[in-house]
């Protein structure tokens, strides 16, 4: 169907911009988490503000004030549980992964690897863009629990306190 009416196209436009705006607030007022880095629950609640800002824009069965109500939901819960795990290991690990060393003085851990779906060849471009040349340059590599890849060469170890447990005990 190409064309409804102007009465759709009107209300699109008006509760589109209203949605919109009303985004931007929630946003805004639920903080800088929402838009960081996503780990697994950050992209799952920005999948559903997406879902719902087009459900509120497409949806003629969905009220604004539905639809804003959803958002804000969305948002707090958001927060709440970003919160809560802040204050409980627990719950933390329960909605965000753990960091995985793979690469620790220069040897790959291919089980860290295969458990995490990580190619070697994707390690070594992480090594790489990092400006080294080769794992003898590396004291670590550390795939984030957002997925990133972070890479810390020897020169830059320091005493290794960012890395927390992560180094193995042998």
Known sequence: M????????????????????????????SGKRTLSQLNAFDFIVTVALGSTLATILLSSDVS??????????LAALQFVIAFASSRSERLRSAVAAEPTLVVWNGEIDRDAL??????????????????SGGLTEVAAVVLETNG???????SRIGDGSALGDLRPTT
Request: glycine share 4%; net charge neutral; hydrophobic share 55%.
């Open 148 to 154: 990133t890849v972070s890479v810390i060469a020897r």
């Open 2 to 29: 190409w064309f409804d009416s102007w009465a759709e196209t009107a209300r699109v436009v008006l509760v589109g911009t209203a949605a919109y705006a009303t985004l931007v607030v929630v946003l805004r007022l």
């Open 64 to 73: 604004f004030v539905e639809g804003i109500v959803a958002l804000a939901l």
């Open 114 to 131: 295969e458990r995490n779906r990580l190619a070697e060849s994707e390690v070594l471009q992480a090594i790489r863009c990092s400006g």
